[in-house]
């Protein structure tokens, strides 16, 4: 079955603007959460999503948002670009939420901001 | 609070030889924990997860991993390393009730021929 896709693969974007990228998870996975990747402070969790309602967030400023779609896509949204932004943000999916499941990751989206 | 350390950033081995990678982790409840490996430019791939099951747990690749309670340990070991074997691998916790990973700062491994 297909993995977890994410779209799309890079995006160059210039401080101040906004930044949506978009996730599918496995079919009949209803669990998305986000992590963002960076060299100076590694793997970090953002929020997950469940059944269209955030379960969980991290400690990230309220100019990162999500939401998560009735056929459990998601979408992360960045307002405001910041230079700091610039990462590789991957997706998650898993049958459910409680990581005993295991999560399967995507390919990720590396955003650049200029 | 939950957190994950592993133990060296860089890790050298010789093509043939045992690879260990060293992950302990703090939790005040039994967790869930995992052992992910990333390729340049990919995202993560599952090598293998404890789940309160058997305490050596076998993953892909020939890869495996025991959870030793007393040491709070979830070491990474493979017999003989294998030129493909070079990667980032990172170890994570989670919770369970709360669902998020919580990750090491992961160790580079260099496989030389």
């Known amino acids: 079955k297909a993995g977890v896709t994410q779209t799309p693969r890079y995006l160059i974007k210039t401080r101040g603007q906004q930044v949506t990228l978009s996730c599918s998870p496995i079919s009949g996975h209803r669990s998305v959460s986000w992590y963002q990747q960076t060299p100076g402070q590694g793997l970090q969790f953002l929020f997950e999503?469940?059944?269209?309602?955030?379960?969980n967030k991290g400690n990230f400023p309220g100019r990162f948002s999500g939401r998560q779609f009735s056929n459990s896509r998601s979408e992360m949204n960045v307002s405001t670009l910041e230079l700091g932004d610039s990462a590789l943000y991957l997706c998650?999916?898993?049958?459910?939420?409680?990581?005993?499941?295991?999560?399967?990751f995507g390919s990720g989206t590396r955003l650049t901001v200029v | 609070a939950q957190s994950v350390t592993q133990l060296g950033s860089h890790v050298s081995v010789s093509e043939g030889a045992l690879v260990l990678l060293r992950c302990n982790y703090s939790s005040s409840v039994p967790p869930y924990l995992f052992w992910y490996v990333q390729y340049p430019n990919q995202g993560l791939q599952l090598l293998l997860k404890?789940?309160?099951?058997?305490?050596l747990v076998k993953g892909i690749n020939g890869f495996e991993a025991e959870f030793k309670k007393s040491e709070t340990s979830f070491h990474l070991t493979k017999p003989s390393a294998h030129m493909s074997d070079a990667a980032e691998y990172f170890c994570?916790?989670?919770?369970?009730?709360?669902?998020?990973?919580?990750f090491g700062k992961g160790t580079k491994l260099s496989v030389k021929p």
């Open positions: 404890y789940t309160s099951a058997a305490t």
């Open positions: 994570a916790v989670s919770r369970g009730s709360q669902g998020n990973l919580i």
């Open positions: 998650a999916s898993s049958l459910d939420s409680g990581g005993g499941y295991g999560y399967t």
């Open positions: 999503y469940f059944s269209e309602t955030q379960r």
